[in-house]
């Protein structure tokens, strides 16, 4: 636990986790832009102790400073160093708080005017309801497991499969990136908005979509966008339109239950449907900006390592169920399965998260508090978590926790008890307390189900016929959870011989007799 200070209105959001080992229990990484540190007289000896926050990169720069006045014109940032804080930290939600820098962001990024503005912003003193906090129930409650989640999974799966069938016997090279990012964004934009909606109609919106994620830093610092963030900018208003259309034509009555759930909040509090429009890019990006990142890792760790699509090939075939239809052949994956069947393919997907899910969680402290009664945090300081550098310590994983071993996650329980738990609690790719990620049921279906057919019925590799490599990740943008490949990766997919004529579909109700 350190405590660095800056006067200036800036503040790294994000680290990146190459960061040398010899910290014991994880990471400072803190990039200030010009700055004057003070002195450590003004630290009060129940703080944590100061450390000059080192410069080993440049970060992503956020300026949340500028608009809330003197609150935070000093500013500390604490860095959480250690698994157990970490969690302290995620529980004490109430001072240790998301939900002024996220309303602060949202509201930026989709460039929200006053009035749309106030409604997210408004906090009651009492904790009685508000937008924010409807909305947080909403989501949770959409999102959680049973029957709407049920009926997202099925909507999303149906779609990937599709993309699936769609691959023929003859090679076919595909930009992997690429083509995961267009499936699953057209995919999610389905799901949610059901059919038609505005990406089904204008396919060139996909870009957009993603162009406004690459942006999302710059957006929300709100430093003349248009100049600093052109395309995030266009992007912007290019979507707010066509979805005030599809909400004006009626369309919205074939949303799924959480976009449904959303509007009657944001109708109730008084948001407007060109508000409501604003906010839809933002949505479609949340969906897919983890999500297409760490499928498209779990693909390549996977087909980098031969024997493991052979041992994957065992496991995932036991919960397939092949029929003859109408004379059409179909093979069946059942998904409800997959997590009790399927401990591999579950610790692959466990694996690339701890990896390549490197992102820090970001909070504010409204209120002087002690942290898991030890230190004394300040009010108006930043809290910085950063998850991802605790999934890859070396004293919590060992000597090859750098490198891809879903193994670990299956011989766990042989370890020492201390070992096993120090694990657990570092391992946080989905964050923790009351921002824990609603959308964390989804994504291991989405990606899981998805990769899983994918192994099954499906070669991959190189363009030159050789397997697949993991390829560096992009330079960390601000704002930005889970990496992207620095160069895209063209493969050539086929259909595997037992497979060529199969038709793929994915059972989300049934278990296999
Ligand atoms: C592998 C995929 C995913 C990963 C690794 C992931 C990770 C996370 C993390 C770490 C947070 C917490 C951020 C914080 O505490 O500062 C979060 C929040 C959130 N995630 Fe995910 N996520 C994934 C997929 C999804 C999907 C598919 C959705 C569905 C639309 C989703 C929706 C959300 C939402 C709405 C929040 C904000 C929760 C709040 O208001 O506090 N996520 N996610
Ligand atoms: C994967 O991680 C989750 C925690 O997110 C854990 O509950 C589960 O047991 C792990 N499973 C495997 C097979 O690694
Ligand atoms: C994902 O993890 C692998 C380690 O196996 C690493 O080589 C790769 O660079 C990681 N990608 C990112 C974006 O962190």
Not at 286 to 312: E, K, R, W
């Amino acid at each position: 636990m350190h405590v660095t200070y800056s006067t200036q209105s800036i503040v790294s959001f994000l680290t990146k986790s190459s960061w040398p080992a010899f910290i014991a229990f994880v990471v400072v990484l803190t990039s200030l832009l010009v700055l004057r540190f003070l002195g450590a007289k003004d630290v009060d000896p129940e703080e944590p102790p100061v450390v000059r926050p080192r410069i080993p990169f440049v970060g992503h720069m956020i300026g949340l400073l500028r608009h809330h006045n003197n609150y935070f014109t000093l500013l500390r940032i604490y860095i959480v160093q250690s698994p157990e804080l970490a969690h302290a930290a995620f529980r004490q939600s109430k001072t240790i708080d998301f939900e002024t820098i996220k309303g602060y962001a949202s509201c930026k990024a989709v460039a929200f005017g006053q009035h749309a503005t106030d409604v997210v912003n408004f906090r009651p003193p009492n904790g009685e309801d508000s937008y924010m906090s409807d909305l947080h129930q909403e989501m949770y409650g959409s999102l959680a497991q049973g029957p709407n989640l049920l009926e997202t999974n099925s909507r999303v799966l149906n779609y990937l499969a599709r993309s699936l069938n769609a691959i023929q016997t003859t090679p076919k090279e595909y930009p992997l990136f690429r083509w995961l990012r267009d499936e699953y964004t057209l995919g999610s934009a389905a799901t949610l908005y059901g059919l038609p909606n505005p990406l089904s109609e204008d396919p060139n919106l996909i870009e957009s979509v993603w162009d406004f994620e690459h942006d999302l830093g710059v957006l929300v610092l709100d430093f003349f966008p248009k100049i600093t963030a052109p395309k995030g900018y266009a992007a912007r208003n290019v979507v707010t339109p066509v979805f005030e259309k599809y909400y004006n034509a009626g369309l919205n009555k074939n949303a799924n239950t959480l976009v449904q759930r959303r509007e009657v909040a944001a109708r109730q509090w008084g948001l407007t449907t060109k508000e409501i429009s604003q906010a839809e890019i933002s949505i479609i990006m949340a969906a897919g900006t983890n999500t297409v990142p760490n499928a498209f890792y779990m693909i390549c760790h996977i087909f980098s390592q031969p024997d493991l699509v052979i041992a994957l090939r065992q496991e995932i075939n036991k919960i397939t169920s092949r029929k003859t239809r109408d004379g059409i052949e179909t093979v069946a994956l059942h998904i409800s399965m997959l997590q009790s069947h399927c401990p591999l393919i579950t610790a692959c997907f466990n694996e690339t998260l701890r990896l390549n899910k490197t992102g820090a969680a970001v909070r504010t402290v409204l209120e002087d508090v002690m942290l898991d009664n030890r230190y004394l945090l300040k009010k108006g300081a930043f809290v910085q978590i950063p998850t991802g550098l605790l999934q890859s310590d070396l004293n919590v994983w060992g000597p090859d926790a750098k490198q891809f071993n879903p193994q670990r996650f299956l011989t766990q329980n042989s370890l020492p008890k201390d070992v096993r738990k120090a694990q657990n609690q570092a391992y946080m790719p989905f964050g923790g307390g009351k921002n824990l990620c609603p959308g964390r049921h989804l994504a291991y279906t989405e990606i899981v189900a998805f990769v899983a057919m994918l192994v099954l019925g499906f070669e991959l590799s190189t363009s030159d016929g050789g397997k697949l490599h993991v390829p560096k990740g992009e330079f960390q943008r601000l704002g930005v959870a889970s990496i992207s490949p620095e160069k895209d990766l063209d493969i050539l997919i086929t259909r595997r011989k037992e497979f060529e004529d199969v038709t793929w579909e994915f059972d989300t109700g049934t278990v296999m007799e």
